[in-house]
């Protein structure tokens, strides 16, 4: 009989009390039970302390730094290398604390690691898109990018995870997430981008969280897709590729240079 895997699900949050509880009896109600859930809270001034202490089986972390120096993504990034430090699953699953788990999505996720041995990371769909996150079923060829899953969809072997973190330039990049920065790094370092046709998370649009702010073509968007190609070149040269300078690259990099300058 095959082993089943061991799962970490780590958990950073924010002030996300209107979603918290729902999100851990997510987790807590799973048809697979080997796992653990480890939760990094970032100086959170709601009830999100409270309502994680009742759950028993939650390792808590709590951020002791009252001086919130950093970028959302950076805190985000933060957290979750913290929460990887008391990890002991072999496959870790991330979950922001205003999305939820279907009942059955940690059992297909040990599936496909056990059957996909030679695989280490794995994007599962939302199962509601909508219109701020629609997929495309035909890749679009003259794009060079990935498609940009939520994190909450995204499962990892935690050997993937721990090459991932230790290149992740934790102080740079401050407002690339880090989703973005696993497409990137899991097509372009580890040549692999995997993704299983089933829809296992339910996405949260929060109007207040971080991907709500960046608008397609706004000032913190051309920001974004500047910094994206800088993480691209160092995963490229880490990797001693080429890297190819787009007309795209040079044209996003003045718009995020004049924007930098007037703002």
Same mark, same amino acid.
């Given at each position: 009989?095959?082993?089943?895997?061991?799962? *970490?699900?780590?958990?950073?949050?924010?002030?996300k009390e209107k979603?918290?509880?729902?999100?851990?009896k997510s987790v807590?109600?799973?048809?697979?039970?080997?796992?653990?859930?480890?939760? @990094?809270?970032?100086? *959170?001034?709601?009830?999100?302390?409270?309502?994680?202490?009742?759950?028993?089986?939650?390792?808590?972390?709590?951020?002791?730094?009252?001086?919130?120096?950093?970028?959302?993504?950076?805190?985000?990034?933060?957290?979750?290398?913290?929460?990887?430090?008391?990890?002991?699953?072999?496959?870790?699953?991330?979950?922001d604390a205003d999305?939820?788990?279907?009942?059955?999505?940690?059992?297909?996720?040990?599936?496909?690691?056990?059957?996909?041995?030679?695989?280490?990371?794995?994007?599962?769909?939302?199962?509601?898109?909508?219109?701020?996150?629609?997929?495309?079923?035909?890749?679009?060829?003259?794009?060079?990018?990935?498609?940009?899953?939520?994190?909450?969809?995204?499962?990892?072997?935690?050997?993937?995870?721990?090459?991932?973190?230790?290149?992740?330039?934790?102080?740079?990049?401050?407002?690339?997430?880090?989703?973005?920065?696993?497409?990137?790094?899991?097509?372009?370092?580890?040549?692999?981008?995997?993704?299983?046709?089933?829809?296992?998370?339910?996405?949260?649009?929060?109007?207040?969280?971080?991907?709500?702010?960046?608008?397609?073509?706004?000032?913190?968007?051309?920001?974004?897709?500047?910094?994206?190609?800088?993480?691209?070149?160092?995963?490229?040269?880490?990797?001693?590729?080429? @890297?190819?300078?787009?007309?795209?690259?040079?044209?996003?990099?003045?718009?995020?240079?004049?924007?930098?300058?007037?703002?």
């Amino acid at each position: 009989m095959i082993n089943k895997s061991y799962i *970490s699900i780590l958990i950073t949050n924010y002030n996300k009390e209107k979603f918290l509880d729902k999100s851990l009896k997510s987790v807590c109600n799973q048809n697979f039970k080997n796992y653990e859930i480890i939760i @990094f809270d970032d100086c *959170s001034t709601d009830k999100s302390i409270k309502i994680i202490k009742k759950y028993k089986k939650v390792k808590l972390i709590i951020n002791k730094a009252k001086n919130k120096k950093k970028s959302g993504p950076l805190n985000q990034i933060n957290g979750i290398i913290e929460c990887f430090k008391k990890s002991k699953g072999n496959i870790i699953c991330l979950l922001d604390a205003d999305d939820y788990f279907k009942k059955y999505k940690l059992m297909k996720i040990d599936q496909f690691f056990r059957k996909n041995k030679e695989l280490n990371c794995v994007y599962d769909f939302p199962s509601n898109n909508t219109s701020q996150f629609i997929f495309k079923k035909k890749n679009n060829k003259k794009s060079i990018w990935p498609t940009i899953f939520p994190t909450s969809c995204i499962s990892i072997r935690k050997k993937f995870l721990k090459i991932f973190l230790k290149n992740v330039n934790k102080n740079q990049f401050p407002n690339l997430e880090i989703d973005a920065r696993l497409a990137i790094f899991s097509k372009f370092y580890m040549n692999e981008y995997n993704i299983l046709n089933k829809k296992l998370t339910h996405y949260n649009y929060d109007e207040n969280g971080i991907t709500a702010k960046i608008k397609k073509y706004s000032n913190i968007w051309w920001i974004r897709r500047s910094e994206a190609f800088s993480y691209l070149r160092v995963i490229m040269n880490k990797k001693k590729r080429l @890297f190819i300078y787009s007309f795209d690259f040079y044209f996003t990099n003045f718009l995020a240079f004049l924007i930098k300058k007037i703002l």
